[in-house]
């Protein structure tokens, strides 16, 4: 079962940025599979850690275009990226220390962050890409 379809109301405009949330959405897709496939913690650790990193690198992106200065949800999406990155590394933490880790909440955090996310303040990153001619 796929946890995340794309939808072309995610996009923000700039192929780099769609290119990257797209491939989020295929590793969060290939968490839910190996939620199934109930693979072993220690190839589930390999990919949450994959997520993670691809996840800074993303938002690292993201932030990069935004000038702090004039774009009024800057400081909303770094909040938002952080609590992302955060939640991820915790579960993963969990993981690891062989603590109580239910694998669905994770897969349901992550799913719903996303698309909230993508079709909510991401979008606001249109507008300001376009004004500063960058889209």
């Known amino acids: 079962m796929t946890a995340l379809e794309w939808d072309p109301g995610m996009a923000v405009g700039l192929d780099l940025v769609d290119d990257q949330h797209k491939g989020l959405f295929a590793m969060i897709n290939d968490l839910s599979a190996a939620d199934v496939a109930s693979l072993p913690r220690s190839e589930i650790s390999r990919m949450i ?61 992550i799913v719903h962050w996303f698309k909230e996310h993508t079709l909510g303040i991401d979008q606001t990153l249109t507008c300001h890409l376009r004004e500063r001619g960058l889209i």
Do not use: I, N, W
Not at 74 to 93: D, I
């Open 49 to 109: 850690r994959r997520f993670y990193d691809y996840t800074v690198e993303h938002f690292r992106t993201e932030e990069s275009l935004m000038d702090h200065a004039t774009y009024p949800y800057y400081f909303a999406q770094v909040t938002e990226h952080l609590s992302c990155s955060a939640q991820a590394l915790e579960f993963h933490r969990k993981l690891l220390a062989g603590d109580s880790f239910d694998f669905s909440v994770f897969l349901e955090f």
